[in-house]
C-alpha cells in the first residue's frame, strides 16, 4: 500500500485557502487529518487576529481546529540552520523568511510535504530537495 500523502500549511496558504478553486479538496483532506499546522504558523496567523474572542475562535474552529500540530524539535532547528547555510552560498539567506525556514524544517523533519503560496518555499526545496506544493489559484 502506498503511504498517504500528509502536509504542513504555510500562512500564505491558510490565508487564501478559502479562494482557491480546491478549498473543498483541502478541507477534505484537513478533516481526515492529512494536513497539519506549526506553531510558527499559528503565531503568524494568531499575531493578525483583533481581540481575544477571535484568537480562541481562530484556534479552536475549522479549518485550524482540525489540524494536528506538528511541533519543532532539536532536529527541525538544527536543519533550518544548515539550511540558511546553503541559502547563503547561493545568495538567498535573506530571502528566506525565519519562520519559513523553520516551518520547511518542521516539514522535512517530519516527512511532510508544505503547502504553501510563497515563492520562499521553493528557494528552500532547491536546496534540501523536500517536496513543496502550491495552493492553487490565482493568488
Known amino acids: 500500500m502506498a503511504p498517504v500523502q500528509r502536509w504542513l ?5 491558510h ?4 479562494h482557491s478553486p480546491d478549498a473543498e479538496l483541502w478541507l477534505s483532506r484537513i478533516q481526515r487529518g492529512l494536513v497539519s499546522i506549526a506553531p510558527v504558523t499559528l503565531l503568524e496567523v494568531g499575531y493578525s487576529v483583533t481581540n481575544a474572542e477571535h484568537w480562541t475562535a481562530f484556534q479552536t474552529t475549522p ?3 482540525l489540524m494536528p500540530v506538528q511541533g519543532l524539535d532539536a532536529h527541525a532547528e ?15 539567506h535573506r530571502a ?8 520547511a524544517a518542521t516539514a522535512e523533519a517530519a516527512g ?7 515563492k520562499y518555499f521553493d528557494l528552500i526545496a532547491a536546496v534540501t530537495g523536500q517536496p513543496v506544493e502550491r495552493l492553487t489559484g490565482d493568488f
Do not use: C, E
Open 63 to 65: 479549518p485550524v481546529g
Open 78 to 92: 538544527s536543519r533550518a540552520l544548515q539550511v540558511q547555510g546553503l541559502l547563503a552560498r547561493r545568495g538567498h
Open 96 to 103: 528566506v523568511k525565519i519562520p519559513d525556514l523553520l516551518i
Open 9 to 13: 500549511i504555510d500562512k500564505s496558504a
Open 15 to 18: 490565508v487564501r485557502l478559502p
Open 112 to 118: 511532510l510535504t508544505v503547502l504553501h503560496v510563497d
